[in-house]
C-alpha cells in the first residue's frame, strides 16, 4: 500500500519568512495530491491540491509543487502570518478504483510574531 | 449543508464500558471515513465506505473496534469494550467519491476512556 512521509514534523518561522514541508510517496500509481491545514481545537481542512498532470499550483501565499520522477511533493507558505500557525497535513491517493487517501504524519508549524 | 455531523462532542467513559460514535455525512457524498488521531500515531484511517459498503478495513485495530453503515445519512463506530488507549479524536469525513475527491471532515468526537 502507499507510505507518505512527511517532514519537518515541527517549524518554527518569523512572521513574513517562508516555511516549507516536504512529502514523499511511495506508490507510483498515486496521481492526487492533497494538503490538509488543521488548526489547533478544529478539524482538517483542505487547503490546496495538485494532480499528476502539471508540476506545481499557486494559490495567493501557498503553492504546491510535485516532482513525479523523485515521489516527492512539497507545500510552500511564502509571507506567513500568524494565522498560518496550525497543523499541516500532507496526502497521497489515486483516482482508479475505490482508493483511499493516505495521510503522512503532520508538520506543526508555528509562526512567530 | 451543516457539513458533516458527529455526535457526541466530548465522551468520557470507564475501561470495559461500550462507547458508540455517530456521523451524518454531507447529503450526496458517496463514500464515508472514519479516523483516529493521536499525538503519537497522527490521523489514522480506520475504515471507509463506499455506497454504504465497507471497502477497507484494515486500520481497525483490533475486534473490538466495529463500523456500520446502515443507510446513506448515517454511520456508527462502536468499542466494546473501551480502553484506556483508545482515547483520542474520532473524525467522520464524507467526500463526493473515494481517490481523488475532498475529503470533509466532521468536528471529531473527542474519546476519553478512563
Known amino acids: 500500500g502507499e507510505n507518505v512521509e512527511q517532514h519537518p514534523s515541527t517549524l518554527s518561522v518569523q512572521e513574513g519568512d517562508s516555511a516549507v514541508i516536504k512529502c514523499t510517496y511511495s506508490?507510483?500509481?498515486?496521481?492526487?495530491f492533497p494538503w490538509y491545514k488543521q488548526e489547533l481545537g478544529k478539524r482538517p481542512q483542505l487547503i490546496i491540491d495538485?494532480?499528476?498532470?502539471?508540476g506545481e499550483k499557486k494559490d495567493q501565499r501557498i503553492a504546491v509543487t510535485l516532482n513525479k520522477t523523485a515521489k516527492h511533493f512539497s507545500l510552500h507558505i511564502t509571507e506567513t502570518q500568524p494565522e498560518d500557525s496550525a497543523v499541516y497535513f500532507c496526502?497521497?491517493?489515486?483516482?482508479?478504483?475505490?482508493?483511499?487517501?493516505?495521510f503522512g504524519i503532520g508538520t506543526k508549524l508555528q509562526v512567530i510574531p | 449543508d451543516a457539513g458533516v455531523i458527529q455526535s457526541p462532542r466530548h465522551e468520557v467513559t470507564e475501561m470495559g464500558q461500550e462507547v458508540t460514535l455517530r456521523c451524518k455525512p454531507i447529503?450526496?457524498?458517496?463514500?464515508l471515513f472514519w479516523y483516529r488521531q493521536t499525538m503519537m500515531r497522527g490521523l489514522e484511517l480506520l475504515i471507509y465506505?463506499?455506497?454504504?459498503?465497507?471497502?477497507?478495513d484494515s486500520g481497525m485495530p483490533e475486534d473490538r473496534f466495529s463500523a456500520k453503515m446502515p443507510n446513506a445519512s448515517f454511520s456508527t463506530l462502536k468499542i466494546q469494550p473501551s480502553e484506556p488507549r483508545d482515547s483520542a479524536v474520532y473524525f467522520c469525513?464524507?467526500?463526493?467519491?473515494?481517490?481523488?475527491?475532498?475529503?470533509?471532515f466532521g468536528p471529531g468526537t473527542r474519546l476519553t476512556v478512563t
Open positions: 469525513a464524507s467526500s463526493l467519491e473515494t481517490g481523488d475527491y475532498e475529503q470533509y
Open positions: 506508490d507510483s500509481a498515486s496521481n492526487y
Open positions: 495538485i494532480r499528476s498532470n502539471v
Open positions: 496526502a497521497a491517493s489515486n483516482s482508479g478504483g475505490y482508493q483511499k487517501v493516505t
Open positions: 447529503s450526496g457524498h458517496n463514500s
Open positions: 465506505f463506499n455506497n454504504n459498503v465497507p471497502i477497507d
